[in-house]
């Protein structure tokens, strides 16, 4: 028998599409696979027609592995991992950039990145929402990029933008950051208390589901090394299956005798349990290198304790901790 394969895209134009997709899904000789964002595929009608017979398959763009793949295995891994945050892990810039035959490559590559952003970011988030003014949605889209692995709360980004002279209401931006949320252009990270093992209520943190979009958006502006690196991971944990958090520790300021609350990057759960990550541009610096551990060093557990960072390749354990080199752990 002759196996057939199926692929539909924004499938919930068609009327009706749900029997259509019911109808080829019944069929022996028919692997079916249906594309849409996030919003439409968690419609009603859609869940109830193919309840418990489908699998979802998250698609992000290239991980850094992924695109080293494609280029000459001899390249230079640094150079080419900072080409990849410029210009972004999507498939067609990296055949844009392989093939080299292209005049004005970086103008190229920025016009196709427009044409995403614009249809898919503003389109697609502007009328799903019924968004009346998209100046106001970019203006929130462009705040965010500029604060990827920021802690932060509806309520202090709207205080902080109307210091800026931008006011906009907490709901009305609660709105547009959810469906920026549901489009998958940007990705909620909750935060989880350790010690107490459940879910806070209050701030959160935010990654682009590619950074390059950050470089269209704002150029060159400066922005912490590390918070890039962090959304990187971030991205490069969600593809290896893990569910992530952000966590929160408690810790013994000996300075001021009292009990303060510290960050770490990453808590994650996966199939074999759970480990923690931190994430950071250098571990050269001894105020820095202990800014990472001692949050580390105090939980009180044996899961697995990775630090990540930029430095010059090297592997290293403190009391357990085990320090990488990030482009090191890309490419496992």
Not at 44 to 69: C, V
Not at 152 to 166: A, H, N, P
Not at 278 to 301: A, G
Request: net charge neutral; with cysteine; aromatic share 12%.
């Amino acid at each position: 028998m002759i196996r057939n394969y199926v692929f539909l895209d924004e499938i919930q134009n068609v009327e009706d599409f749900q029997r259509t997709a019911d109808g080829l899904f019944i069929k022996s000789n028919v692997d079916l696979y249906l594309s849409e964002s996030k919003s439409h595929f968690q419609s009603g009608q859609w869940a109830t027609m193919l309840a418990g017979r489908y699998i979802q398959i998250h698609i992000l763009p290239l991980s850094f592995k992924e695109y080293n793949d494609i280029f000459d295995k001899d390249q230079d891994k640094s150079s080419l991992f900072q080409q990849y945050l410029r210009f972004s892990g999507f498939p067609y810039v990296a055949q844009m950039i392989m093939q080299n035959n292209v005049q004005n490559l970086s103008l190229q590559i920025r016009e196709y990145i427009s044409g995403i952003y614009n249809s898919i970011v503003l389109k697609h988030v502007g009328e799903h929402k019924k968004v009346q003014e998209i100046s106001r949605l970019e203006r929130v889209i462009r705040f965010m990029a500029d604060n990827i692995g920021n802690l932060t709360s509806i309520k202090k980004i709207s205080d902080i933008m109307s210091s800026d002279g931008f006011k906009i209401h907490p709901q009305t931006l609660e709105n547009y950051i959810d469906a920026l949320c549901d489009g998958y252009i940007f990705y909620k990270v909750q935060r989880y208390d350790i010690k107490g093992k459940n879910l806070l209520r209050t701030q959160d943190k935010y990654y682009l589901s590619d950074i390059g979009l950050r470089y269209y958006l704002l150029g060159d502006k400066d922005c912490d090394s590390g918070r890039i690196l962090e959304n990187i991971v971030y991205l490069e944990l969600i593809r290896r299956g893990f569910k992530v958090y952000v966590g929160k520790s408690d810790i013994y300021d000996k300075k001021d005798a009292k009990m303060k609350s510290a960050e770490i990057d990453f808590v994650v759960e996966g199939v074999k349990g759970v480990e923690y990550y931190q994430v950071t541009q250098s571990m050269l610096n001894e105020n820095t290198k202990q800014r990472e551990l001692t949050p580390l060093m105090t939980l009180k557990d044996n899961y697995k304790k990775t630090i990540l960072t930029a430095d010059t390749p090297f592997v290293k354990s403190y009391d357990g901790i085990i320090v990488k080199n990030i482009l090191n752990w890309l490419l496992e």
